[in-house]
């Protein structure tokens, strides 16, 4: 092919890089505001039980006392599952409507009202989990409901924005950024929860919801839904971004004719949503229960906990990164099917990680180092996933319908996201090594579910029914 040859403009301080900039930040901010109850909730339990858990208060100015003392809560084990997963639950029913919509209202105002309304939800969510359980578990629904638009419209807005040849390194750099905001907020939350700043584990979600509101004005403000619209773009990159992606440019007729039933019969699509549902599950697993796993087996303290959880995910965030920047190097050089880089990288995304399951089953407080090991070598591999797994493959088969089938994908994989702490609720009720081997063996069976159906039915190119009308009468003539 020619086009490996072909030069382009610079990446490096052009528009497509700033925007790759944002979304990571985008996906940092998300993801810590989701997992930001992880960390938080180990310095929220009153494991002692006294008599200053949860106490009922009319008088507004009694809130102050939250901002003084550090309150913590007498919740069930299945009632933190139940909290850990809540965040869960709001994405399943907004996932594909939000695809949808992006397609037709933009995906810059989408994303923009999304991590708005979650950031103002989770500043206020110190105070609904002092008023009632049930308030702090709507207040988490209702985050998970704003962000469910995010991954699907940011699939929308790559498929406008980023050329083939250089696909898996911008999405490795903006989907990174979610591996970066598991790290930080663990890093972060783990001083703030040890510490007295306005009330110690409050301040995680009053600086979390910060960060998210920071962002809504750059984003507004530097950011337009294609480079025909984007303000500031050289005339250079515009036309070769415009150029290249060309069947992926529709009409806004065809944009609302959108082809359901093709899109649930594509084995393609099908693949991608068992693919969800076993990545979901281990990243969730992590995400959200390491906090959990690394006090429960391996007895560490909520400060040294936040700083050891930071660890496997800033590794993931680097070889996301190189995945992402290798496999488009090995696609340029026009060696290898870019099927096969996809097949291979996300083996690797699911294979490796499998397998350090099974050491994750003989660890405990006395074998510390192997357990951390094991973790540090599970998410970080899981990071080929990300980088030119089956996560960049919906923006390979699904041109500008790759928003909705994103959205389609995870909605369904958000109910194994779900699922994996109302598990370890479940089933760790004592704490114990062998309650959480069973939860490692089920994580060992999913992933390499994964792994072996993205191998028997990936594909790399654009499914017909995605490619715009012209392009379909091009390859008819």
């Not at 990571?24 to 039980?49: C, D, E, K, P, T």
């Not at 009053?206 to 004005?217: A, I, R, S, V």
């Not at 510390?368 to 797994?389: D, E, H, K, P």
């Amino acid at each position: 092919m020619n086009t490996v040859n072909e030069t382009h403009p610079n990446l490096i301080c052009s528009i497509r890089f700033w925007l790759a900039l944002l979304c990571f930040f985008l996906n940092a901010i998300h993801f810590m505001q989701r997992v930001n109850l992880s960390i938080a909730i180990v310095s929220m339990i009153n494991v002692q039980s006294t008599n200053e858990t949860i106490v009922e208060k009319s008088n507004f100015t009694e809130i102050n006392y939250i901002f003084q003392k550090k309150q913590t809560f007498d919740w069930s084990k299945q009632n933190q599952g139940l909290l850990l997963s809540a965040i869960s639950i709001g994405p399943f029913f907004t996932q594909i409507i939000g695809g949808w919509a992006a397609l037709i209202l933009g995906p810059r105002l989408m994303l923009f009202f999304s991590i708005l309304i979650s950031s103002i939800l989770t500043m206020v969510t110190p105070i609904s989990a002092y008023f009632s359980f049930y308030g702090l578990l709507a207040v988490r629904i209702m985050i998970g409901l704003s962000q469910g638009v995010v991954t699907s419209s940011l699939n929308l807005l790559w498929a406008h924005w980023a050329p083939p040849l250089e696909r898996s390194t911008l999405l490795a750099i903006s989907n990174s950024g979610s591996l970066i905001g598991n790290a930080l907020t663990f890093l972060i939350g783990g001083f703030l929860c040890a510490g007295d700043f306005l009330g110690g584990w409050p301040s995680v979600f009053y600086l979390t919801g910060l960060f998210g509101l920071l962002w809504c004005f750059l984003w507004i403000l530097t950011v337009y839904d294609s480079p025909s619209d984007q303000k500031c773009i050289s005339a250079e990159e515009s036309n070769y971004i415009l150029e290249k992606t060309t069947e992926q440019i529709f009409k806004s007729e065809q944009k609302r004719n959108v082809p359901w039933k093709k899109i649930f019969q594509s084995k393609s699509v099908l693949c991608l949503i068992v693919s969800a549902l076993c990545g979901n599950f281990g990243i969730s697993l992590f995400t959200v229960c390491l906090p959990t796993y690394m006090k429960e087996i391996l007895d560490f303290d909520v400060k040294l906990n936040g700083e050891l959880c930071a660890i496997p995910f800033l590794s993931c965030w680097l070889f996301i990164i190189l995945s992402g920047v290798f496999s488009d190097s090995l696609i340029k050089s026009n060696k290898f099917e870019k099927i096969k880089i996809r097949k291979l990288f996300n083996s690797i995304g699911f294979l490796i990680p499998a397998l350090t399951f099974i050491g994750l089953i003989y660890t405990d407080a006395t074998r510390r180092v192997l357990g951390f090991s094991m973790i540090l070598i599970n998410i970080s591999f899981s990071g080929f996933q990300y980088g030119s797994g089956y996560l960049v493959n919906f923006n390979d088969i699904g041109g500008v319908y790759s928003g909705i089938i994103y959205g389609i994908a995870n909605t369904i994989g958000n109910l194994s996201a779900a699922l994996a702490p109302f598990l370890v609720g479940l089933i760790t009720k004592n704490k114990t090594r062998e309650e959480w081997s069973y939860i490692f063996v089920i994580s060992l069976l999913v992933y390499v579910v994964g792994a072996v159906v993205f191998m028997i039915f990936a594909k790399s190119e654009t499914e017909k029914w995605a490619k715009n009308n012209d392009e379909k009468k091009n390859e008819i003539d």
